[in-house]
Nanobody, 121 residues
């Protein structure tokens, strides 16, 4: 019913930039937080950046100063601007949202389909 639609991945040279977007669709009552995670092979998903509905932002240490997260509240669309990309940023990135689909329901996690980022020369 609820989907998180991701866009913006691709191939980029070291030092280049990419811009992600993530937009929830379907039955949505309230969005509490949104963010991006990456999942290295054989490991659990790790936080890249996240933002609460109150505007609090958390960044993983490796991306501080290079990545910027933002949100269009009326559209519930989240953006991640990625600058100065490094080969070690290569991964599959997943959009995440904590939201309730209808009034009175418990908020839960929803995940996007995953977007590949390849940083190489």
């Amino acid at each position: 019913q609820v989907q998180l639609v991701e866009s913006g991945g691709g191939l980029v040279q070291p030092g280049g930039s990419l811009r992600f977007s993530c937009a929830p669709s379907g039955s949505i009552f309230s969005v509490y937080a949104m963010g991006w995670y990456l999942q290295p092979p054989g490991k659990q998903r790790e936080l890249v950046a996240a933002m609460t509905n109150g505007g609090s932002i958390n960044y993983a240490d490796p991306v501080k100063g290079r990545f910027t997260i933002s949100r269009d509240n009326p559209k519930n669309t989240m953006y991640l601007q990625m600058n100065s990309l490094k080969p070690e940023d290569t991964a599959v990135y997943y959009c995440n949202a904590v939201l309730s689909s209808t009034f009175g329901t418990t908020p839960r996690n929803y995940w996007g389909q995953g977007t590949q980022v390849n940083v190489s020369s």
